[in-house]
């Protein structure tokens, strides 16, 4: 019967409504609420959905062991009037959703979520949540869940031959370890300042200790450089702290936002 319900819903709203009251009557004899079996839904059958069902999107940076969100999302079309809604989520490892939250009107359309997930416990990236609103109806909603990075050029220095030798390191947040570990494999931009634009001078990949070193060309002057670590399907992008190198002095790192 849940299996019947689940495909039932799958298909259209129409069907929906059908497939709802068949539940009603069958929840009558096993005393489980409509909404429960409507649950069972897998998360591969959630992903499937995407094309059919509305696709509001929420996303989190995941900086510490639990994810407190608080999202205004557009859950339908501008004129439609949506009901408060309990959130659920399923983490990998559970065979049954977990209720993590809830979702009230804000404004046509719009629905702000109020959440709390396990970071520990969830695969970083797309994931999804399922909302089933006061009158039973049922939406998907995209999580967008990505860990934070940090990428640092820790050395710098100009070298014969009109070349400079830099090195950099990048991390990210595990929230399993609840602190930041090196990102092996991932790529990383090292760019100049040139005439008020970052152009990028070398590519880098980290090792398993979350480093990499390189020399590329660079003139006997003063010069601006930064690293830039592109988002990933996990991660988070970011960009470290600019390290002005001259000739004749050592590379500085310096504050945020200072000007030079």
Known sequence: ???????????????????????????????????SMALTTSMASVRSLAPVLA???????????????????????????????????????????TRVGSAVPAGPGRLQLTLRLDAARITPGPNWLQSIDTAGGWRAIELDLRRLSRVAITDAELRPAARIGMAVRVMHYDPKLDRFVPSQLSPVRLQEEIDGRWVTQAHVVSNVLGRARTTFPAGSWRHYYRA????????????????????????VTLPAGASF
Request: charged share 15%.
């Open 1 to 35: 019967m849940k299996r019947i319900f689940v495909a039932t819903l799958i298909t259209t709203s129409v069907i929906l409504q059908l497939a709802q009251a068949g539940s009603s009557a069958a929840s009558a004899r096993t005393n489980q609420p409509v909404a």
């Open 55 to 97: 696709r509001p999107l929420a996303s989190a940076v995941i900086s510490s062991r639990m994810i407190i969100l608080s999202r205004t999302v557009q859950a339908g079309p501008p004129g439609q009037s949506l009901r408060p809604a309990v959130l659920w989520f399923s983490y990998p490892a559970d065979a049954r959703p």
């Open 228 to 251: 830039v670590r592109p988002e990933g399907a996990t991660v988070r992008g970011a960009t470290s702290l600019i390290v002005r190198v001259g000739p004749h002095s050592p590379a």
